[in-house]
């Protein structure tokens, strides 16, 4: 990044001029003159050494002799023996033999000849001397995996990163306020400079503080000067690269320990983040349990309610609880899953012990809390469904019960009274006799009423056995019926011995009021029967119970023209009766003596029963209007539920075809997977379209469905299965991804794992049990013994399931061949940078790591306590251990 335009603009102005040496020979005169300045004070810093120096660095390199005496210094080599002639063959004879020695290090000379050195071409020279500098003193710097200018340029920004207006990019305009070389000898030795007094707006005091504390103090010759670098736009790169590799071999003793910082830091970040995970698992494990605590006693609460009404809300409810509350957990139950398996597999890779979540939150304890939540809710379910039934059959039982006794207590309002009347003790002997044919049609209609009451007290008792909220009123109104029914038989049967007794006193009787009585009573309780059941109401659930209830009513109008017929009879018996006494001229009273039943109540009857029979029509037919639509809707769902019911079992099948084939890479068989997922979630709004049938054939009230054997509860069953397996195997595709990569595990390994393991899982199940395993491990060399193969399976089954997945397989097999940190390596970077102590002290652990780690282990180190202990000393031995469990595994 940069601080300004201003050094944007001049980076973009140098990347436009700058040209190699090897292409056209040119070069900026500012920058040449920083580069032999730089050049020459690298180069007697190491000739120095040999007790020589130079002082023009295109002249005294001509004869080849110092040039090779450079050589010989900064490589701790011997070249071969120098021409000591002053001919020009001798010195290009010597200059060759440092070419030929610097091309043996692997460094190419392009267009740097021998004559043009000779011949004191400045150009050459300094292009030599940066090909010497290149390979003795920066190729070998390595910092974090980059080397050379690159690993250089890390390490000053690694270097100079916490310090204010310090911004390392490159190697020319990044250095030109000199804060940056206070930066880096502030960093390796604070007590020689005074960086807060530094100002950014000042760069010809910091460049001279710098180069003067590196020369009086590091030893660090002065290779730049600080007007060059300001006056030029942009300095040369290769002079400030050379200047700041001499710092960087000054404090080359720091590298260690930075090295050993950076391990340890690697190692607690992977720690740190291991943490984090377990946290964020035991969180969303307790948030799950507690809500499955808190769902199961109201999916098991089976209190019922009394009314349809409420009934209904309840089975509303829990409809919102399977569309907007349950999903959402059904996603977290997966995603914890897939936590879980992930963690594990980052700590294997990471060599830590398996995480083991707190008692009672491990994945067997959520499946489990899981299936009780299903088993309540299956449960739930059919209760409420039983429960509809069950109060649909009572209010109509309670229905058909008022009916029924507010018919019977009208027929016996005044029936008590009639038969305690004493009418005969003053009657004729005419009237006697109507008084006991009267009573035998009484006995008559009270016979035809026994039916009536029966059905009474069994609707009641039905009632009360199907547990009715008002039962208590119905039994009461059932007793107070039976109570009656008894008083009248009793009273009945009174009245009925003391007509008998005066029948032996009277001899006269009206036959035709007697046959009118017997025929029109019958018809009478045959047209209250017709009316009863006229206006009956009825359930049914199919169409071929309307069909029958209206087979039923048709043959019932079939019979109305034979009982026009009677009527008529009965009729012309009243007629009959009517023509005698204006005939005879008999006195009677105008009322038949022996029924109340009169010609025009026959009538009204009967054309009361001729006016239900077409609403009874009406009623049958809009039913089966009704049953069709039921049909109508069983007929829909079925056809979709036959379809997405072999959809998902097949899908479910392909997933597992899919997760134990070998086709290609594990990125192609992710992406195969992920575009099945895809495909999978499309898949949705076709079981949101039969959810919506589903709820109309609730909404309907239709309990059952013979053209399919699918259920809503099969297919949202099968559903969440299918999305739960899809996302399970995803995941541990994922998770061969990360093996493989923290492994190095090619594709052909993989292939080979993949096709030993689903050659010993016999059952084709995806995993292996402990006998499949051990035979795998004798047939590729093992033998093993019984602790042996307890300790192996300890690694690779750590949740003691007996069980091995593919995961677990490749852990295993490639674990020999992995490089991982191990706590000696840790305790052993530890100690480089306590220096060499058995002990760390918190100054230390501060200066060396991110502040944020040095706490982390502060907070973690005990204190020490050997026979070399000082104050604030801590245990970095028994820390390192910790990381990684009791023992390395």
Not at 30 to 54: M, V
Not at 106 to 114: Q, T
Not at 503 to 512: A, C, P, S, Y
Request: proline share 3%; glycine share 4%; charged share 30%.
């Amino acid at each position: 990044m940069y601080n300004n335009m201003d050094e944007y603009d001049e980076e973009i102005t140098y990347m436009h001029q700058e040209d190699d040496w090897d292409r056209d020979l040119l070069l900026d005169p500012a920058w040449e003159k920083q580069q032999r300045k730089t050049f020459t004070a690298w180069c007697n810093s190491h000739l120095r050494k040999a007790g020589t120096q130079i002082e023009n660095i295109e002249e005294d390199f001509r004869d080849g002799l110092k040039l090779m005496l450079l050589l010989e210094v900064i490589s701790g080599e011997r070249l071969a023996k120098p021409e000591r002639g002053k001919m020009r063959v001798h010195k290009i004879s010597n200059v060759n033999k440092a070419l030929d020695f610097i091309a043996g290090k692997g460094v190419k000379l392009v267009s740097i000849g021998a004559e043009e050195i000779v011949d004191g071409n400045a150009k050459m020279t300094l292009g030599m001397i940066w090909t010497i500098i290149l390979r003795f003193a920066i190729q070998d710097i390595s910092v974090e995996e980059t080397s050379a200018k690159e690993g250089l340029l890390l390490w000053c920004q690694r270097k100079t990163a916490p310090y204010k207006n310090v911004n390392i990019q490159n190697f020319h305009i990044s250095w030109k306020d000199g804060l940056g070389f206070c930066a880096l000898i502030h960093r390796h030795r604070p007590e020689l400079i005074d960086y807060g007094k530094l100002r950014k707006d000042d760069p010809m005091t910091n460049l001279n503080t710098a180069f003067d504390v590196a020369e009086k103090y590091l030893d660090i010759p002065k290779m730049l000067d600080a007007e060059d670098i300001i006056s030029t736009l942009r300095p040369d790169e290769k002079a400030v690269m050379t200047y700041v590799s001499c710092y960087y071999h000054a404090f080359s003793g720091k590298q260690k320990a930075e090295t050993a910082a950076n391990r340890i830091c690697k190692v607690l970040a992977v720690n740190q983040e291991n943490e984090q995970l377990m946290e964020d698992y035991e969180k969303l494990a307790s948030d799950l349990l507690e809500w499955i605590r808190r769902t199961i006693p109201w999916l098991e609460n089976r209190m019922p309610e009394n009314t349809m009404q409420a009934m209904q809300q309840k089975l509303e409810d829990f409809r919102d609880y399977r569309r907007l509350h349950k999903p959402p957990k059904v996603q977290e139950k997966c995603q914890l899953e897939i936590n879980f398996n992930t963690l594990q597999t980052k700590l294997r890779l990471s060599n830590r012990p398996a995480f083991m979540p707190s008692e009672g939150k491990m994945v067997s304890d959520i499946n489990n809390g899981w299936g009780n939540l299903e088993g309540a809710e299956k449960g739930y379910e059919e209760w409420l469904l039983n429960e509809i039934r069950r109060l649909e059959r009572l209010d109509h039982l309670a229905e058909k019960f008022r009916q029924k006794a507010a018919i019977h207590e009208a027929w016996t309002e005044g029936k008590e009274k009639m038969l305690q009347k004493h009418d005969f003790e003053t009657a004729s002997l005419s009237e006697i006799k109507a008084l006991l044919k009267k009573h035998e049609a009484f006995e008559s209609d009270l016979a035809a009423h026994q039916d009536r009451v029966e059905q009474i007290a069994a609707i009641a008792q039905e009632l009360n056995e199907l547990d009715y909220y008002d039962s208590p009123s119905v039994n009461a109104r059932c007793q107070r019926i039976c109570d009656q029914w008894d008083a009248l038989g009793a009273l009945t049967q009174k009245r009925s011995e003391a007509l008998q007794r005066t029948e032996k006193l009277l001899e006269t009787i009206d036959q035709l009021y007697l046959e009118f009585a017997k025929r029109a009573a019958p018809f009478n309780n045959w047209m209250e029967g017709a009316m009863e059941d006229l206006q009956d109401t009825f359930i049914v659930h199919t169409i071929e119970e309307i069909q029958g209830l209206s087979t039923a009513h048709e043959q019932f109008k079939a019979t109305l023209p034979d009982a026009d017929k009677e009527r008529q009879a009965i009729l012309g018996i009243h007629n009959e009766i009517a023509k005698i006494v204006q005939t005879y001229h008999v006195n009677m009273a105008g009322t038949n003596p022996y029924t109340t039943i009169n010609p025009q109540e026959v009538n009204a009857k009967w054309d009361k029963v001729r006016q239900l029979v077409p609403q009874r029509d009406q009623a049958l037919i809009e039913e089966h209007a009704r049953q069709q639509n039921n049909e109508r809707l069983r007929r829909q769902f079925a056809n979709q539920a036959n379809v997405i019911g072999p959809w998902i079992q097949t899908k479910m099948e392909e997933i597992g075809r899919i997760s134990m084939e070998m086709h290609g890479t594990l990125e192609d068989q992710l992406t195969h997977l992920r575009q099945y997922e895809k495909s999978i979630v499309n898949y949705k709004p076709k079981i949101d379209q039969l959810e919506g049938d589903h709820q109309l054939i609730q909404e309907a009230l239709i309990f059952d469905n013979k053209h399919t054997n699918y259920t809503m509860e099969h297919i949202r069953v099968g559903w969440e299965q299918l999305l739960t397996t899809i996302a399970r195997t995803i995941n541990e595709i994922e998770n061969q991804v990360l093996t493989r990569d923290a492994k190095g595990i090619t594709q052909e390994q993989l292939n080979e794992y993949r096709a030993s393991f689903n050659h010993f899982d016999r059952k084709r199940s995806g995993i292996m049990d402990a006998e499949d395993f051990k035979t795998c491990l004798i047939s590729v060399g093992y033998n093993l013994g019984e602790n042996e193969f307890s300790r192996i399976m300890s690694i690779v089954d750590p949740n003691r399931m007996g069980i091995v997945t593919f995961q677990g397989f490749i852990d295993f097999m490639s674990r020999e061949t992995t490089d991982t940190d191990t706590a000696d390596q840790v305790t052993a970077s530890f100690k480089v940078l306590a220096g060499d102590k058995n002990y760390i002290l918190a100054d230390e652990l501060l200066r060396e790591l991110p502040p944020d780690q040095a706490e982390y282990c502060m907070a973690r180190m005990a204190p020490y306590t050997g026979p070399d202990a000082v104050p604030g000393a801590l245990d970095y031995m028994s820390f390192s251990t910790a990381l990684y469990g009791e023992s390395d595994l």
